[in-house]
Every structure is written in structure tokens, then in C-alpha cells.
Nanobody, 118 residues
Framework: QVQLVESGGGLVQPGGSLRLSCVGSGSTSSFFVMGWYRQAPGKQRELVATITRGGNTNYADSVKGRFTISRDNAKNTVYLQMNSLKPEDTAVYYC????????????WGQGTQVTVSA
């Protein structure tokens, strides 16, 4: 059984930083791509960033230059360093993972709240 457990969310002022972590448990093949999505109230869930086992990354335009995704393959762990946070970054952030040949996300974490407010 695959599980993804996020941590690191919270309340931060505009311009501040937060680091999210997500630890995966289960078969290593389930974590070929790991990533982060977010969902703000009243909006659809959207991609934030993904990273492959080989280190290839993909970012949403809205976070490029501010957020950095990284991973530790030995620990099946993915991180999201968020800098220069804006109020519009406020959302529930979900960790995700997928296997090599599947089309979409295979597994989701439970989500962690990030609130950017003065």
C-alpha cells in the first residue's frame, strides 16, 4: 500500500518562505514522478511542480523563480521550497506520485494548508 504524508504547511507573511516535505512509503516503483499540486477555495486543483527520479523538473509559470522542487530518492521524499510567497499562493498543497507508464497521478497525500497573509 502506498502512502504519501506531507508536512511543513502553516501561516506565513507575504514575502516569507516555507518548506514542504512529503515522505512516500510503499513500492519504489510508485514514485517515478513526485510532485506538488494545490487547490485554493473555489478553484480547481492545479499543478505546482513535478520532479522525476532522474531529476527533471517542471513548474507552473506562476511559481517559476520562487519555488524549488527537489527529492531524495533513497528516502522516497520530495520537497518544495517556497520563497517570496504571495497571498495568491494560499491553498491546500497536495503531494503526488505516479509510476513510470501511467498517464496521470496515481497517489495523493492528504494535503497541507499553506496560508499567506499579513
Amino acid at each position: 500500500q502506498v502512502q504519501l504524508v506531507e508536512s511543513g504547511g502553516g501561516l506565513v507573511q507575504p514575502g516569507g518562505s516555507l518548506r514542504l516535505s512529503c515522505v512516500g512509503s510503499g513500492s519504489t516503483s510508485s514514485f517515478f514522478v513526485m510532485g506538488w499540486y494545490r487547490q485554493a477555495p473555489g478553484k480547481q486543483r492545479e499543478l505546482v511542480a513535478t520532479i522525476t527520479r532522474g531529476g527533471n523538473t517542471n513548474y507552473a509559470d506562476s511559481v517559476k523563480g520562487r519555488f524549488t522542487i527537489s527529492r531524495d530518492n533513497a528516502k522516497n521524499t520530495v520537497y518544495l521550497q517556497m520563497n517570496s510567497l504571495k497571498p495568491e499562493d494560499t491553498a491546500v498543497y497536495y503531494c503526488s506520485s505516479k509510476r513510470l507508464l501511467t498517464a496521470g497521478v496515481d497517489y495523493w497525500g492528504q494535503g497541507t494548508q499553506v496560508t499567506v497573509s499579513a
